[in-house]
């Protein structure tokens, strides 16, 4: 089992939301807020470190391309050198033929207000599709963990939980050993949650910071292997 912590202490020790430490508010629900979250969504779900990831969203941030609107007009050969300024390079070619589709569909089939997807979605299930058919290449990754920030906020934002938060949650004895099921897994932590008399819109920041703690265990299991 991992060092003994309780829930205060992993937030402290691991931060919360990922949407809030880049300065997203998606408390209140507004569109060009959510949009951002999608954008760094969609920047964070590539096979890429969570450094160059944050480090390129802070580009977009301060060249003010944060909108769909922003992005068409940006271009790709201008969404490329912002890719690149911020060592997106591996996927850069990609990713600005994503972030254009991504826009041009979501101002065409909802106005460019991610809240009207939302509302359009008959359930969870259907939510998630409709994210994932915003453009090619946005897949189950990208969609959960966009979605995953919404969950509390949007109603019918209910992504799996995330293996590594499922690990993290183990390791630290927050769930059994016994435990295999995820949706349960999820329930349980939902529990755990609650007893600490915090509402439920915050049980994202949670489980941001069990994925981070996941990452970190990763981390540790393959510098151990090295060593072998």
Known sequence: MAKALDVP??????????????????????????YKWLLAAILYGA???????????????HEAVLTPESIIRTGWDGLV??????SYT???YKTATKLLAVS?????RYAGN???????????????????????????????????????????????????????AQALGFLSQNCHDSDQALINLQ???DKQRIPMASFPDFEAALIRYGLRLRRQRKKVRSEI
């Not at 939301?17 to 507004?30: F, S």
Request: aromatic share 8%.
């Open 9 to 34: 202490m992993l937030l402290s020790e691991s931060g919360g939301c990922y949407a809030t430490q880049l300065g997203i508010r998606l408390d209140d629900l507004k569109a060009e807020e959510i």
């Open 47 to 61: 096979r890429i470190s969570e450094n160059i990831a944050t480090r390129t969203w802070q580009v977009f941030e």
């Open 81 to 86: 050198a912002l890719l690149d300024q911020g």
């Open 90 to 92: 591996r996927y850069d």
């Open 104 to 108: 041009q569909t979501l101002l065409d």
């Open 114 to 168: 991610l809240n009207c997807l939302h509302a359009a979605a008959r359930d969870s299930d259907d939510l998630a599709q409709r994210v994932m058919s915003l453009g090619k290449g946005i897949g189950p990754v990208t969609a959960q963990i966009f979605l995953r920030e919404l969950r509390g906020r949007w109603s019918k934002a209910a992504p799996p939980l995330a293996a590594l938060a499922f690990q993290a």
């Open 191 to 193: 529990k755990l949650w």
